[in-house]
Structure formats: structure tokens, C-alpha cells
């Protein structure tokens, strides 16, 4: 979860006092093959990663609070599709029934969405409410860019 991620739902929610839940869809599944640990990952490391995701949802949280915005962070385990977060995240947005539905675009490019396919295109297109897709890359500066068309 990309800081503009966070910044972008955070100022929606307060603009419109609404309640925000984050969640991470941890994929350690990646970290098995067909039900064993790998042998090139140990335990340990994929206990910290967890540890790691937990404590940075846990600040999230905290800090959306401590901006006066409700908020609220989720860890939920990704499914055995090998690292592929796709059907988690739409079980939770089935789960939870959001409003509005904002991710973060990694920006890897067409070849590798026609290929590997695109979580922000998934959750547009099965979502039963508005997707915000916030873009991974940063937008150049105020007079680098190029012009709008009104």
C-alpha cells in the first residue's frame, strides 16, 4: 500500500467524514509450493514479513486516527493462487460492501497486464461500487506537465 494510496483515501474520507478500512492482502502462499515451505524460505522470514505487513497496517491505522479520520486495518492471508490477490480482495470488498473502492496501480505497463493480468482492472470490473485507482508513478511538477484538454 503506496503512500498516495493512503493520502488519497485518508483526504476522501475526511472530505466526506466517511470511514476508512485498509486491507493488505498478505500472499505467503507464494512461499509454498504445493503445501511445503520452499526450501530457498524459511519461517522465520515468512513470519517477519507478516510482523512487518502487521506493524505498517497498525501505523496506518494510527495515524488515520490521530487525523481525526475512523479508520480501520486489515491483514487477511491471500489465497493459494500463488502470490495472486485477486479473488481475496474481492471476497473482502463481498464482505465488507464499501462505498468506494480506492487501490494503487503499480504501474508495471500493458505487456505485463496482458500477461499477468491487472488487479486494478479485476476489482473495476467486478466491483459492485465506484474504483479510485491511484497511480503508482509520481505526476511530474506543476510546470512539467503537459497541457489538459478542457
Known amino acids: 500500500m503506496t503512500d498516495a494510496v493512503v493520502k488519497t483515501a485518508v483526504h476522501l474520507a475526511a472530505?466526506?467524514?466517511?470511514?476508512?478500512?485498509?486491507?493488505?492482502?498478505?500472499?505467503?502462499?507464494?512461499?509454498?509450493?504445493?503445501?511445503?515451505?520452499?526450501?530457498?524460505?524459511?519461517?522465520?522470514?515468512?513470519?517477519?514479513?507478516?510482523?512487518s505487513a502487521r506493524h505498517a497496517l497498525q501505523k496506518i491505522e494510527i495515524d488515520c486516527k490521530s487525523a481525526g479520520v475512523d479508520a480501520k486495518a486489515l491483514l487477511v492471508r491471500g489465497s493459494s493462487l500463488r502470490g495472486n490477490p485477486i479473488r481475496k480482495i474481492l471476497?473482502?470488498?463481498?464482505?465488507?460492501?464499501?462505498?468506494?473502492i480506492v487501490l494503487g496501480s503499480h504501474g508495471h505497463?500493458?505487456?505485463h497486464d496482458v500477461l499477468m493480468g491487472s488487479t486494478s482492472?479485476?476489482?473495476?470490473?467486478?466491483?459492485?461500487?465506484?474504483?479510485?485507482?491511484?497511480?503508482?508513478?509520481?505526476?511530474?511538477?506543476?510546470?512539467?506537465?503537459?497541457?489538459?484538454?478542457t
Do not use: T, W, Y
Not at 492482502?25 to 503445501?35: K, R, Y
Not at 476489482?123 to 461500487?129: D, E, L, P, T, W
Open 15 to 51: 472530505a466526506f467524514n466517511a470511514k476508512l478500512i485498509f486491507v493488505h492482502v498478505a500472499s505467503p502462499d507464494a512461499d509454498f509450493d504445493a503445501g511445503q515451505l520452499r526450501s530457498d524460505v524459511s519461517r522465520q522470514g515468512v513470519a517477519l514479513e507478516m510482523h
Open 91 to 100: 471476497q473482502e470488498i463481498s464482505r465488507l460492501k464499501p462505498d468506494l
Open 109 to 111: 505497463g500493458l505487456i
Open 121 to 149: 482492472a479485476a476489482v473495476i470490473h467486478k466491483a459492485a461500487c465506484p474504483v479510485l485507482v491511484v497511480p503508482a508513478r509520481k505526476r511530474p511538477p506543476r510546470g512539467k506537465r503537459p497541457a489538459q484538454i
